[in-house]
């Protein structure tokens, strides 16, 4: 910061955690083409850091990770990656676009007739609903040879190897000094965004100066961590263990001084109307396709969303620091939009509307008991003050790390 007070210039680089008080995360699920609702959420955010900081102030300013599942990798990709002048790709606002410009060739609608039901099954029984070329050269023009080593801030993402049945979790940290898991953004994007029965699994191999290389089999990120909230803080607590001189060595699980802000795609109504009687008449098919939906695979996502929400909240609460976790979720979508695929113009621009919606609504956490989003007890205040109340916190502790002599 500079002596009379005013906003630091942005293109000055984030300084590591040990020269502030706090660890910032930002946290996307992922959901399909329902990652239009956290670009929403991403968008105000930024619009509060411009306030403070002025106009060139990007997100990846602020985090010392941004992590990211299926979409919400992708929307990582986009905030993180760096364009010619080694700044963000992509600003808050324009992510929005990305996806009413992309979303239909991403998710091509089949065009309806009496027997779209019967033939959308046989289909999915053949292979994955999308052959995903567009998405895959979509992401590669976008992020060209940047590999993980090269965002603009620290980046997380998982993905499941389905040779070896076990999460993979790309990082940044990790890529800098292990080059076998210095993936291209765009082959680890394609992984964490390949959900089973929607796109094909992906297959690549990365290489060592020393010539070794190892073989990566990886499908959607999704099937072990949806919501990356916890990885992200679990690989943090790696790095002080391994005692990376990034972070303070004699603070390795002071989770009280991390900062997240966890964001979800929505969470569909359409799961309730599921009953146990029924389900217990279901035999594969069933599972895995049922009135449109995929049972199964809608599963196994909101529980692990769910599951990552509930231990953060309880975690936090249990340190009395609740106020540094901010999870900003929608748990109430029907119809189409509750689709992680119906990328038409009606459908998209309803999506960014629950995401204003949702900017409007009291700030929420996951009662343990009902899966249900309950506003806070108290002086409840909005998501969108919440977020403004985030920016003011994470615009300081940037100031105070800036305002660090370098060594």
């Known amino acids: 910061m500079a002596s009379d007070g005013t906003a630091t210039p942005v293109e000055v680089p984030q300084p590591p955690p040990c020269t502030g008080r706090l660890i910032t995360v930002l946290s996307i699920d992922g959901g399909g083409i329902r990652g239009l609702i956290p670009a929403t959420i991403i968008a105000c955010l930024e619009a509060k850091l411009q306030e403070l900081d002025g106009p060139d102030a990007r997100i990846a300013d602020y985090f010392d990770v941004i992590a990211g599942t299926s979409t919400g990798a992708l929307l990582t990709s986009m905030l993180t990656a760096p364009d010619e002048n080694n700044r963000p790709l992509f600003a808050g606002k324009d992510l929005t676009k990305f996806y009413l410009d992309n979303g239909p060739k991403i998710f091509p609608q089949r065009k309806a007739w009496f027997l779209t039901s019967a033939a959308n099954l046989i289909g999915n029984m053949r292979g994955p609903k999308y052959d995903g070329v567009f998405l895959h050269d979509k992401i590669k023009s976008l992020t060209h040879d940047v590999k993980i080593a090269d965002t603009v801030t620290n980046v997380i993402v998982p993905a499941f190897d389905v040779k070896n049945l076990q999460p993979v979790i790309f990082s940044t940290y990790e890529a800098k000094h292990d080059p076998l898991k210095n993936a291209h953004l765009s082959d680890i994007c394609i992984s964490t965004s390949a959900?089973?029965?929607?796109?094909?699994?992906?297959?690549?191999?990365?290489?060592?100066?020393?010539?070794?290389?190892?073989?990566?089999?990886?499908?959607?990120?999704?099937?072990?961590?949806?919501?990356?909230?916890?990885?992200?803080?679990?690989?943090?607590?790696?790095?002080?263990?391994?005692?990376?001189?990034?972070?303070?060595?004699?603070?390795?699980?002071?989770?009280?001084?991390?900062?997240?802000?966890?964001?979800?795609?929505?969470?569909?109504?359409?799961?309730?109307?599921?009953?146990?009687?029924?389900?217990?008449?279901?035999?594969?098919?069933?599972?895995?396709?049922?009135?449109?939906?995929?049972?199964?695979?809608?599963?196994?996502?909101?529980?692990?969303?769910?599951?990552?929400?509930?231990?953060?909240?309880?975690?936090?609460?249990?340190?009395?620091?609740?106020?540094?976790?901010?999870?900003?979720?929608?748990?109430?979508?029907?119809?189409?939009?509750?689709?992680?695929?119906?990328?038409?113009?009606?459908?998209?621009?309803?999506?960014?509307?629950?995401?204003?919606?949702?900017l409007k609504k009291p700030v929420s956490r996951v009662n343990i008991d009902t899966g249900i989003y309950e506003q806070v007890p108290g002086d409840a205040i909005t998501n969108e003050k919440a977020l403004a109340n985030f920016a003011e916190k994470l615009s300081a502790e940037r100031k105070l790390r800036v305002s660090k002599p370098t060594s």
């Open 195 to 358: 959900a089973p029965t929607y796109f094909p699994a992906h297959y690549f191999t990365t290489h060592s100066p020393e010539g070794k290389s190892r073989d990566y089999h990886l499908i959607d990120g999704g099937v072990a961590a949806n919501n990356p909230t916890m990885v992200a803080m679990s690989m943090l607590t790696k790095e002080v263990l391994r005692h990376n001189p990034d972070f303070h060595p004699e603070k390795p699980t002071e989770y009280k001084n991390y900062l997240i802000i966890s964001i979800g795609t929505g969470s569909p109504k359409q799961a309730k109307q599921y009953t146990a009687p029924e389900c217990a008449k279901w035999g594969l098919i069933q599972w895995l396709y049922h009135g449109g939906f995929t049972p199964i695979i809608d599963i196994f996502s909101h529980s692990s969303s769910d599951m990552v929400d509930i231990h953060a909240t309880v975690l936090f609460e249990a340190l009395r620091c609740e106020g540094n976790y901010l999870r900003i979720q929608e748990d109430s979508l029907t119809g189409h939009t509750s689709s992680v695929d119906i990328a038409t113009e009606e459908n998209m621009k309803a999506l960014i509307g629950i995401g204003e919606e949702l």
